[in-house]
C-alpha cells in the first residue's frame, strides 16, 4: 500500500547512456513532482504536472524530459547522462498544486543516481 | 529573490529541547511547511503554518512570524529516533517556483 513508489531505487550507469526513472501514486493526487537532491542536500524543484499537463518546468537541461501518461503515473527520462546529473531524485505528489493550495507533498523514497 | 535560511548543524542532548529556525525573504508568501528527512530516506511532512503563532502536535510545535519572515521547529523530550535533517519550505506567489525548500538542518541527538 506504497502510497508514492519510484523505481529504481539505485541506478548506476555510464556517461553519455539514457535512462528512465518511473513514478507511480495511488493517492489520488492531482499534483506530481520531480525534485532533484545533490550532495549537500539541496531540495530543489525540476518538474511539477497536474493532471498530466506540465505547470512548473524549472531551468533543467532539455536533456531531461517528464512524461505524464495519466494523473497518476509522472516519468522521467534522462538523454546523454553527465557526471553533474549524480543526485538523489525524488518523485511527490500533492492534492492540488501548490500554489493557492497548502496540501504538504508526499514524496518516494528516491532514486539514487550515479554517473560514473 | 527568494533566499531560506537554517543552521547548517544542531546537536542536542536525549531528552532535551531543541529549537531550529528558520528566516526567510520572499516574495508573496503563502505558508511554511517543514518536513523531516532521515538519512537515506523520503522527507515526510511535519506542519504547516500560514497565519501567525504556534502550532502544536504532540512533541513538535512550529511557530511563524510573517513580520519577521521567521519560523522554528520546537522539538521536545528528544529521542534518538529525532536524529535528521529539518526542512524549512516557503511556498510563495511567485509563478514558476511556489515551494522552495531550505538547505535543511542536521540534526544530531546524543546520549
Known amino acids: 500500500d506504497t502510497a508514492v513508489s519510484q523505481t529504481p531505487k539505485y541506478l548506476v550507469t555510464q556517461m553519455g547512456n539514457d535512462k528512465s526513472i518511473k513514478c507511480e501514486q495511488n493517492?489520488?493526487?492531482?499534483?506530481m513532482y520531480w525534485y532533484k537532491q545533490d550532495s549537500k542536500k539541496f531540495l530543489k524543484i525540476m518538474f511539477s504536472?497536474?493532471?498530466?499537463?506540465?505547470?512548473i518546468n524549472e531551468t533543467v537541461p532539455n536533456r531531461f524530459s517528464p512524461k505524464s501518461p495519466d494523473k497518476a503515473h509522472l516519468n522521467l527520462h534522462i538523454n546523454s547522462l553527465e557526471l553533474g546529473d549524480s543526485a538523489v531524485y525524488f518523485c511527490?505528489?500533492?492534492?492540488?498544486?501548490?500554489?493557492?493550495?497548502?496540501?504538504?507533498?508526499?514524496f518516494g523514497n528516491g532514486t539514487r543516481l550515479t554517473v560514473t | 529573490g527568494q533566499n531560506i535560511d537554517q543552521p547548517t548543524e544542531m546537536t542536542a542532548t536525549e531528552g532535551a529541547i531543541v529549537q531550529i529556525n528558520c528566516t526567510y525573504q520572499?516574495?508573496?508568501?503563502?505558508?511554511l511547511f517543514w518536513y523531516q528527512q532521515h538519512a537515506g530516506e523520503a522527507p515526510t511532512f511535519l506542519s504547516y503554518n500560514v497565519l501567525d503563532g504556534l502550532e502544536e502536535k504532540g512533541r513538535f510545535s512550529s511557530f511563524l512570524s510573517r513580520s519577521k519572515g521567521y519560523s522554528y521547529l520546537l522539538l521536545k523530550e528528544l529521542q534518538m529516533k529525532d536524529s535528521a535533517s529539518y526542512l524549512c519550505a516557503v511556498i510563495t506567489l511567485r509563478g514558476n517556483t511556489p515551494l522552495v525548500f531550505g538547505k535543511g538542518t542536521r540534526l544530531s541527538v546524543i546520549a
Open positions: 504536472y497536474n493532471n498530466k499537463e506540465l505547470i
Open positions: 520572499t516574495s508573496g508568501f503563502n505558508g
Open positions: 493517492l489520488g493526487h492531482d499534483t
Open positions: 511527490a505528489s500533492s492534492q492540488d498544486a501548490v500554489t493557492g493550495g497548502r496540501s504538504p507533498l508526499h
